[in-house]
C-alpha cells in the first residue's frame, strides 16, 4: 500500500523514552509490551543501548543527546502522541536534551521512572545527573515515580525504614517539585505491598496489594508505562495508579505460576 500506514499514526501512542536492556527483563522490551496490554499503539526514543544479563549490566553505551531529541520530534511529528513514559536517561545532557523537546511539543501527560541504579547495583544515571534531573525535568512530569531507594537519593536522606517515614519523603518531594510522586512500597517488607500518591495540596492517597513473594525485573518499567498509557486513555491520575497497580499484581500472580 502506498503512502504509509497513516491510519495508524493517528491511533493514540504512547512515546516511551528509555534505555533498552538486552535481556528483555527491564527497560524498553517491557514498556511496549505493557502499553499493547492496554491496546495502544508505542513510538519511541532510545537513550541508551545496555548488554545485561538478569544478574549483571556488562556494558551501556548512551545514544547521542541529538538523536534521542531527534527521534521524539519525529515520534511527536508523525503520532498523535497521547502520553510519554520516561525511563532510564543516563546522561545530564541527554536530559537537557529531552526537556527541551518537551517544552517545545504538544502539552501531554508525562511520567517519570526515575532509573538511578540497576537492582545489581551499576549507575544507570550519571551521579552529577541527578540534580539536573530533579531541577529541569521532574517538575515538568504530570508523576514522578521513585521506590524508596530512588526517593531516599532525591531527597538526601536515609532509606525510610517504614511506610510513615516513606510517606513523609514523598509529600517532601512532591512539594519540592510542585508535582505529584507515586513512592513504590515494592522494596519494603510488609506483608502488604504499599504505594502513596502524593499531589501538592492533597491528601495521601493510599494503594495496597497483598505482597506476593516472588520477585520480576522490570516491574518498575512496567508500571509506570501502565500508568501513562491509561493517562493516555483520558483517566484520571488517580484510577491510573489504581489500574497500573493492578496490571503489576496480575503479571506477578501470572509469573508464580508460568
Ligand atoms: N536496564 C534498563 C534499560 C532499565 O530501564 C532498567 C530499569 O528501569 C534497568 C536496567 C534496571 O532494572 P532492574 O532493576 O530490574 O535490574
Given at each position: 500500500m502506498a503512502g504509509g500506514d497513516?491510519?495508524?499514526?493517528?491511533?493514540?501512542h504512547v512515546l516511551i523514552v528509555a534505555g533498552s536492556d538486552s535481556s528483555g527483563g527491564a527497560g524498553i522490551a517491557r514498556d511496549v509490551v505493557t502499553v499493547s496490554a492496554f491496546g495502544l499503539r508505542s513510538c519511541l526514543a532510545i537513550t541508551a543501548v545496555t548488554v545485561q544479563t538478569h544478574d549483571t549490566v556488562e556494558q551501556i553505551?548512551?545514544?547521542?543527546p541529538e538523536l534521542?531529541?531527534?527521534?521524539?520530534?519525529?515520534?511527536?511529528?508523525?503520532?498523535?502522541?497521547?502520553?510519554?513514559?520516561?525511563?532510564?536517561?543516563?546522561t545530564a545532557a541527554a536530559i537537557e536534551a529531552v526537556g527541551s523537546v518537551l517544552a517545545s511539543s504538544p502539552k501531554v501527560?508525562?511520567?517519570?521512572d526515575p532509573v538511578l541504579v540497576s537492582t545489581s547495583g551499576r549507575l544507570l544515571l550519571e551521579e552529577n545527573a541527578i540534580d539536573v534531573l530533579r531541577r529541569d525535568l521532574m517538575p515538568v512530569c504530570r508523576l514522578?515515580?521513585?521506590?524508596?531507594?530512588?526517593?531516599?537519593?532525591?531527597t538526601g536522606s536515609a532509606l525510610a525504614p517504614d511506610e510513615e517515614r516513606a510517606r513523609l519523603q514523598g509529600e517532601k518531594l512532591s512539594k519540592t517539585l510542585g508535582t505529584a510522586v507515586l513512592v513504590k512500597g515494592g522494596h519494603g517488607r510488609g506483608s502488604k505491598s504499599?504505594?502513596?500518591?502524593?499531589?501538592?495540596?492533597?491528601p495521601a492517597i493510599q494503594f495496597e496489594a497483598p505482597r506476593l513473594r516472588q520477585g520480576m525485573r522490570g516491574t518498575g518499567c512496567m508500571l509506570s508505562s501502565a500508568i501513562t498509557a491509561s493517562l493516555a486513555l483520558g483517566i484520571s491520575l488517580e484510577e491510573s495508579v489504581g489500574a497500573g497497580?493492578?496490571?503489576?499484581?496480575?503479571?506477578?500472580?501470572?509469573?508464580?505460576?508460568?
Open positions: 497513516g491510519a495508524m499514526a493517528m491511533t493514540p553505551e548512551h545514544m547521542p534521542v531529541a531527534a527521534q521524539m520530534r519525529t515520534a511527536f511529528a508523525a503520532n498523535q502522541v497521547a502520553a510519554v513514559k520516561i525511563g532510564m536517561l543516563g501527560p508525562v511520567v517519570l514522578v515515580t521513585p521506590n524508596l531507594i530512588e526517593l531516599a537519593t532525591l504499599v504505594d502513596f500518591l502524593l499531589q501538592p495540596d492533597c497497580k493492578q496490571f503489576i499484581f496480575d503479571a506477578l500472580a501470572r509469573s508464580a505460576t508460568t
